[in-house]
Nanobody
Framework: QVQLVESGGGLVQAGGSLRLSCVASGNIFSIYRVGWYRQAPGKQRELVSTITSAGTTNYADSVEGRFTISRNNAKNTVYLQMNSLKPEDTAVYYC????????????WGQGTQVTVSS
């Protein structure tokens, strides 16, 4: 089992910045990829960014150049630095961990709200 706890959401004006954190606990050695997803009201959950255990990163086109994903292995934490925020970035942001055991298992955090005002 893996537990994920997100933090760092809040209300910010357009053009501002926020940094989200995702702390993992439990069987963290089984994790091979951590990602951030978001879900706006009335929309499907979408991928924002991922980082693998090898450090390979991936970004959605809509956040490329504005968001940066990183990790601190000593703190079992993955960060999402969000700069130049836009109102369309408003959503609940979820941390996701993909773990390998006998099968692929995905874990989700509880989500953190990000609201960008215009």
């Amino acid at each position: 089992q893996v537990q994920l706890v997100e933090s760092g959401g809040g209300l910010v004006q357009a053009g501002g910045s926020l940094r989200l954190s995702c702390v993992a606990s439990g069987n963290i050695f089984s994790i091979y990829r951590v990602g951030w997803y978001r879900q706006a009201p009335g929309k499907q959950r979408e991928l924002v960014s991922t980082i693998t255990s090898a450090g390979t990163t991936n970004y959605a086109d809509s956040v490329e150049g504005r968001f940066t994903i990183s990790r601190n292995n000593a703190k079992n934490t993955v960060y999402l630095q969000m700069n130049s925020l836009k109102p369309e970035d408003t959503a609940v942001y979820y941390c996701n961990a993909a773990a390998l055991g006998l099968a692929l298992i995905e874990y989700w955090g509880q989500g953190t709200q990000v609201t960008v005002s215009s």
